[in-house]
C-alpha cells in the first residue's frame, strides 16, 4: 500500500496518505506520542474515504476527495483531497473513537430541551435573588401598612432597577471566562475574574456614595409632589439596602464566572440560602419585632451578603482565588468596553422604561401607586424567570456559531429547543402569576381598593409576561454572536418609543391600564425585531458560506 507524506515547513504539519481516500494529519504545537506512522483505524461507523485527525487533546475523523486544500486547526496543507466533514472526539491518545456527541450540538431536539431544563432551572438562582428579596419585602410590608407599600415603588427602583445598569458585568464575565476555559488557561481565568472583582467592587463602593448622598433627591423626583410623604419612608428603605451594594456587584461577578463554567447549582445554591434569610429576617424583624419597612431592608440587606459570601466560595472550591483584586489595565477596560458597551446601553434602556413606570404612576393616587408596585413586583420576579434560557443561549450558541463544532444547522435547532422551552415557561408564568393576583391577593395586600385597581391590569400583565422567556431566548442567542451593537439600538429605540407612549396615555387619563398596556407593546416590540433578525438569511444563524469565505481570506492574508 502506498504511503505519501506531505510536510508543511512553516507549521511542521504532515499528512499521511495510506492510499488516495485516507490519511493521518498530525501538528505541532500538539504532542506526538510515537514518530511512526499511526495506524488507521478500521470501523464499520467511518466511511470508507476516511481520514483519523489525531492531536494531543482529540482524535478526530475526516472524509476526503482528490482535488482540494485540507483545512485543519487552521493550517491549510496542498494535498490531493478535499474536506467533507470533520467529527471531533473526545477521546484521549490511544483510545478508542466514540460515537457520543459532547453538548447540545450534538443532541435531538427533545434532549436538547431536557439539557436546556437541567441547566436552566438551578441556572435560576443568579436572577431571581434580588427581585424574589423585594417580592417577599412588599408581601410582608403589604400586611401592616399601604402607605410603606406604597414606598417600596420607588426604593425598588432605587436597589433594584438601578442594579440592572451593571448587568454589563456579568454578560462581560460569561463571555470571557468561558472564552479562557475554552483555550484551557486557567491562568487568564484568575487574571479576568480578579480584574473584574475590582470592577465590581469599584461600581458597588460607588453606589453605594450614590445612595447614601443622592439618595432622597432621586426618591423625590420620582414620588413627585402628590406622593412627597413616602419620601422618607422610601429613603428608609434604601438606605439600608444601599449597604449591601458592593456585595451586590461582587456576587454577581462570582455567579457569572459559575455560570461561565456551565455550573448553575451555585447560585441555586446561594438562592436557597438567601431566600432562607430573608424570609426568617422578614417574620421575625416585621412581625414580630414591628420594624415595618426597615425590618424589611435589613432582612433583604443580610440575604444579599449572604449570597454574595456563598458565590465567592463557590469559585474557591473550583479552584479559583474569589478574594484577589487587581487593578485593570488599559487594554483590559477597552476589551471590556468593546464588549459591554452596547450591552450596557441595551440594560440602561431597559431600566430606564421600567423606571419611568414608576415615575408615570406616581403622578396618579398613592392606592394606584400600590397597585402598581404588587403588580410590577410580581411581573419583574416572573420575568427573571426566562434569563436562564439568555443564560444558556450565550453559554452553548458560541461553540456552534464559531468554535470547532461549526454548525448553523445545529445552531438553528438549539434556538428552537430555546424557543419550545421558552413559550411553555412562558405561558405557565402567565397564567400562574394572573391567578395568583386574582385568587390570592391578599398575600400582598389586604386593601379592598388596591385589590381592585390591581385587577384591573391583569390581561395585559399576562400579555407582556408571557412573551418574556421567548424574547430573552432571542436576545441571549444575539449576544452569543456577538450582536450587541444592534441590541443597543433596538433596546434604546424600543424605550424611546415606549416613553412616548407613556406621555401620551398619562396625558390623555388612561391610568394604570394605558400604562401596563404600554408595558405589552415595549415587550412584543423587542420580540418582533430580535426574531426578524435571526431568522433573516443573512443573519448570523444563515451565514456559513460568507464566514468561511471570510476566515478563508484571513488564513491566506496570514
Aim: proline fraction near 4%.
Amino acid at each position: 500500500m502506498q504511503i505519501q507524506t506531505l510536510f508543511h515547513s512553516s507549521s511542521n504539519t504532515r499528512l499521511h496518505s495510506q492510499n488516495p481516500k485516507a490519511a493521518i494529519f498530525t501538528k505541532s504545537p500538539y504532542r506526538v506520542y510515537s514518530p511512526r506512522i499511526l495506524q488507521l483505524r478500521q470501523s464499520p461507523l467511518l466511511p470508507s474515504s476516511s481520514c483519523v485527525l489525531r492531536s494531543r487533546h482529540r482524535l478526530s475523523t475526516c472524509c476526503i476527495s482528490p482535488g482540494q486544500e485540507l483545512l485543519v486547526n487552521g493550517v491549510v496543507g496542498e494535498v490531493e483531497s478535499e474536506v467533507v466533514s470533520v467529527l471531533p472526539s473526545s477521546e484521549e491518545e490511544g483510545e478508542p473513537v466514540s460515537g457520543k456527541g459532547v453538548g447540545l450540538e450534538s443532541q435531538s431536539l427533545w434532549e436538547q430541551m431536557k439539557e436546556i431544563a437541567m441547566f436552566t432551572g438551578p441556572a435560576a438562582g443568579l436572577w431571581i435573588c434580588t427581585p424574589l428579596m423585594s417580592l417577599i419585602d412588599t408581601a410582608v410590608i403589604g400586611q401592616g401598612s399601604s402607605v410603606e407599600l406604597a414606598a417600596l415603588g420607588p426604593g425598588t427602583v432605587m436597589c433594584d432597577n438601578l442594579s440592572y445598569l451593571f448587568m454589563f458585568l456579568a454578560i462581560a464575565t460569561s463571555n470571557m471566562v468561558a472564552t479562557s476555559l475554552a483555550k484551557e488557561d486557567k491562568e487568564e481565568v484568575q487574571y479576568q475574574l480578579s480584574v473584574l472583582l475590582f470592577i465590581g467592587l469599584t461600581c458597588g463602593v460607588m453606589m453605594f456614595l450614590f445612595t447614601k448622598f443622592f439618595g432622597p433627591s432621586v426618591l423625590a423626583a420620582f414620588a413627585g409632589s402628590n406622593n412627597s410623604h413616602i419620601v422618607p419612608v422610601a429613603n428608609t428603605y434604601v438606605q439600608i439596602r444601599g449597604l449591601a451594594w458592593p456585595a451586590i456587584l461582587i456576587g454577581w461577578v462570582a455567579q457569572s464566572a459559575s455560570l461561565g463554567m456551565k455550573d448553575s447549582l451555585g447560585p441555586l445554591k446561594a438562592l436557597l440560602a438567601a431566600t432562607a434569610v430573608n424570609v426568617i429576617g422578614d417574620i421575625v424583624l416585621c412581625s414580630f419585632l414591628g420594624y415595618g419597612i426597615a425590618g424589611a431592608a435589613w432582612a433583604t440587606m443580610a440575604s444579599q451578603i449572604v449570597a454574595a459570601y456563598m458565590m465567592m466560595d463557590s469559585l474557591k472550591k473550583k479552584g479559583f482565588n474569589p478574594y484577589s483584586i487587581s487593578l485593570p489595565t488599559i487594554d483590559d477596560l477597552m476589551k471590556i468596553f468593546v464588549l459591554a458597551g452596547p450591552v450596557f446601553v441595551m440594560m440602561m434602556s431597559k431600566v430606564a422604561f421600567f423606571s419611568l413606570l414608576v415615575y408615570f404612576t406616581t403622578s396618579m393616587s398613592t392606592l394606584t401607586l400600590a397597585a402598581h408596585q404588587v403588580a410590577i413586583q410580581a411581573f419583574m420576579m416572573g420575568t427573571v424567570w426566562g434569563e436562564p434560557l439568555c443564560q444558556t443561549a450565550q453559554s452553548f450558541m458560541p461553540e456552534l456559531l464559531f468554535g470547532v463544532n461549526q454548525s448553523f444547522s445545529r445552531a438553528r435547532m438549539l434556538l428552537k429547543s430555546l424557543m419550545i422551552t421558552g413559550t411553555i415557561l412562558g405561558v405557565s408564568l402567565g397564567v400562574l402569576g394572573t391567578c395568583v393576583l386574582w385568587f390570592f391577593p391578599n398575600i400582598f395586600t389586604p386593601d379592598l381598593e388596591v385589590i381592585r385597581v390591581m385587577h384591573k391590569v391583569l390581561i395585559p400583565y399576562f400579555l407582556g409576561l408571557s412573551i418574556t422567556p421567548c424574547i430573552l431566548s432571542l436576545e441571549g442567542t444575539l449576544l452569543a454572536g456577538r450582536d450587541q451593537r444592534y441590541l443597543g439600538l433596538t433596546m434604546s429605540g424600543c424605550c424611546t418609543l415606549a416613553t412616548l407612549g407613556l406621555m401620551f396615555v398619562s396625558s390623555r387619563g388612561y391610568g394604570l391600564l394605558g400604562i401596563w398596556f404600554t408595558v405589552v407593546g415595549f415587550q412584543w416590540a423587542r420580540f418582533f425585531l430580535a426574531l426578524q433578525r435571526l431568522l433573516s438569511p443573512s443573519g448570523m444563524l444563515f451565514s456559513q458560506q460568507q464566514l468561511s469565505r471570510y476566515e478563508m481570506q484571513e488564513l491566506k492574508a496570514a
